[in-house]
């Protein structure tokens, strides 16, 4: 946690010290374990082939029902950005969530002002959809 503060920063709300203790990220886990078993979320980790952590992709906020949504959030480490990491770990992501889990819209949220993001989420978005940070299928 502590090696991407800085680089993260930007992107982040401001947090002070104790988020990043090991018994703050403790919780963290917990809770995001307990989302994943009622089903109101995914969290994915990027890896490399000798299993360091490169970053995290997440499925947030599942609806199920006629909506079948879900809005997607990812990081990629300092070391690792613009590699075209994140923009795989987003794709293989919403294969996923497309045929796994059975959604039909995610959804991209970011920060006023993250031109970077916005790019990026350009990247997966489906032509036509009515926004550039939504995919369809």
């Not at 995610?106 to 959809?129: E, I, K, L, P, Y």
Request: proline fraction near 2%.
């Amino acid at each position: 946690m502590t090696a991407n503060r800085a680089y993260l920063a930007p992107w982040n709300p401001q947090r002070d010290d104790d988020y990043f203790t090991i018994g703050t990220q403790t919780g963290t886990i917990r809770t995001a374990l307990a989302d994943e078993s009622a089903d109101r979320s995914v969290s994915l980790v990027i890896i490399d082939q000798d299993d360091e952590l490169l970053g995290q992709v997440r499925l947030n906020s599942i609806i199920r029902g006629a909506f079948r949504s879900a809005s997607i959030g990812s990081w990629v480490s300092a070391s690792h950005a613009v590699r075209g990491v994140a923009t795989s770990a987003v794709a293989d992501t919403l294969q996923f969530a497309f045929d796994e889990l059975g959604l039909h819209r995610v959804r991209s949220w970011r920060w006023a002002g993250d031109r970077a993001g916005r790019r990026f989420a350009g990247t997966w978005c489906q032509d036509g959809s009515e926004s550039p940070e939504t995919r369809w299928k």
